[in-house]
C-alpha cells in the first residue's frame, strides 16, 4: 500500500472518505526502516545501521509531534493579558485569540474542504495582516465524522488589542469577542468561531487538546482517524507555524535534531574522558520496506549478510 496507489484508486473510482481511510490504515501499519552506511576507521570496516522511520499516525511519529509542539509552547514566554476569572464590569483584553474555520457542506464537497483548506486560511490571515500588522499563528487542521475539515489557530496580534466579555457556559469560563465579526470577516469557507485568550499560552492549551487526540490512529476515535486519514492523503502538516513563531520553530527543530544522534561509537575512559572508536559520518543507504525480526524501533547495527539477504529478497531498496 502507498500514498500513489491510494491517488490512483481514488482517480479511478472517485473521492471517498472511507476509500482514503482504508487505505491509510492499509499503509500505516507496515513498517518502514531506514538504512545509513559508514566507514568504521577504528576496525576499517564499512558498517550498515538501520533504525525504523516514523509513518504519520503510528508512536513514533505522535512522539515526535508532540515533542516539537511542547518544545515550542515552552519557548514561546509566558505573559498574562488579564486575571483568570474577571467579571464583565472589567475591561478584558488580549491580543490573542482562539479561532475555529469550518466549511459549508452545501457550498463545499469533502474533498474541496481539504484542496481549499489551506488556501483560504492563508487568504484570511493575509487579510488581517494587511489590515493590523504583524500576526503569529500556530495551526491544526482537524477532520469531522464526515470527513470535512475545519481549522483551529491561535493568532497573536503584534499591533492589536480585542476587548471580551467573561462567558458562562455550563460551569466553563470563556471570554468572547466584543468585535467578533470583525474578526471573523475574511473567512469565506462558511461558519466561525472565536474566543479570546487570558494568556500567551492559553491557546496552545486548546490547540493540544485536538493535535494529541488527531495525531495517534491506535486510539480508535472515529475523528482521529480520519484527521490522520485525510492529512496523509491531501499531504498536510500537522500543525503549521507562521509569522516571528516561525524563526523560533526552527530554532525548536534544531535543538531536536541535535538531541538525536545516530552515533554510539563511543566508549568513556578511566579518566571520564569520551573515547571515539566507531563511523565518524553516517550516509543514508537505502530502505527496508516490511517487518524485520528482531530490528524493534530503534537504532542499531545490522550485519552486512542480512542487508544482502533482504536485498535478495526485494524488501532493501538501494539509494
Known amino acids: 500500500m502507498s500514498l500513489s496507489r491510494c491517488a490512483s484508486d481514488v482517480s479511478c473510482y472517485g473521492f471517498s472518505v472511507d476509500l482514503v481511510e482504508q487505505h491509510y490504515r492499509a499503509w500505516v501499519v507496515i513498517p518502514f526502516y531506514v538504512v545509513v552506511t559508514g566507514y568504521n576507521e577504528h576496525t576499517q570496516n564499512q558498517e550498515y ?3 525504523r522511520s516514523a509513518k504519520r499516525g503510528d508512536k513514533k511519529y505522535s512522539n515526535k509531534v508532540k515533542a516539537k ?3 515550542l509552547e515552552n519557548a ?6 488579564f486575571p483568570w476569572g474577571t467579571r464583565n464590569k472589567a475591561v478584558i483584553r488580549s491580543p490573542c485569540a482562539f479561532l475555529t474555520f469550518e466549511f459549508d457542506p452545501n457550498r463545499f464537497s469533502c474533498e474541496d474542504s481539504w484542496l ?3 488556501t483560504e486560511f492563508n487568504r484570511y490571515i493575509t487579510g488581517k495582516r ?3 500588522g504583524k500576526i503569529d499563528v500556530v495551526r491544526v ?8 475539515c475545519h481549522i483551529h489557530a491561535v493568532l497573536w496580534f503584534h499591533e492589536k488589542e480585542w476587548t471580551g466579555f467573561r462567558w458562562d457556559n455550563k460551569g466553563k469560563i470563556k471570554y468572547r469577542v466584543n468585535e467578533v465579526e470583525t474578526l471573523k470577516e475574511g473567512w469565506h ?13 492559553s491557546g496552545f492549551r486548546y490547540l493540544a487538546k485536538y493535535l494529541t487526540k488527531c495525531i495517534d490512529f491506535e486510539k480508535e476515535d472515529v475523528k482521529s482517524a480520519r484527521t490522520l486519514s ?3 492523503y491531501f499531504r498536510e502538516r500537522s500543525f503549521g507555524v507562521s509569522g516571528s513563531l516561525l524563526g523560533l520553530y526552527s530554532d525548536v527543530i534544531n535543538t531536536l535534531k541535535s538531541n538525536s544522534n545516530l552515533n554510539c561509537d563511543v566508549e568513556i575512559g578511566f579518566d571520564g574522558s569520551v573515547v571515539f572508536c566507531g563511523v565518524a559520518e553516517w550516509f543514508l543507504h537505502g530502505f527496508v520496506r516490511g517487518f524485520v525480526e528482531d530490528w524493534g524501533d530503534h537504532w542499531r547495527k545490522i550485519p552486512i549478510d542480512q542487508l544482502l539477504k533482504l536485498e535478495n529478497l526485494g524488501y532493501f531498496e538501494k539509494r
Open 130 to 132: 494587511k489590515k493590523y
Open 76 to 81: 514561546v514566554p509566558k505573559v498574562s493579558y
Open 141 to 148: 487542521f482537524e477532520s469531522h465524522e464526515s470527513g470535512y
Open 49 to 51: 545501521g538501520c533504525f
Open 116 to 118: 481549499l483548506a489551506g
Open 69 to 71: 509542539f511542547e518544545a
Open 189 to 201: 469557507g462558511g461558519f466561525s468561531d472565536v474566543l479570546l485568550m487570558q494568556n500567551s499560552h
Open 230 to 232: 485525510m492529512c496523509w
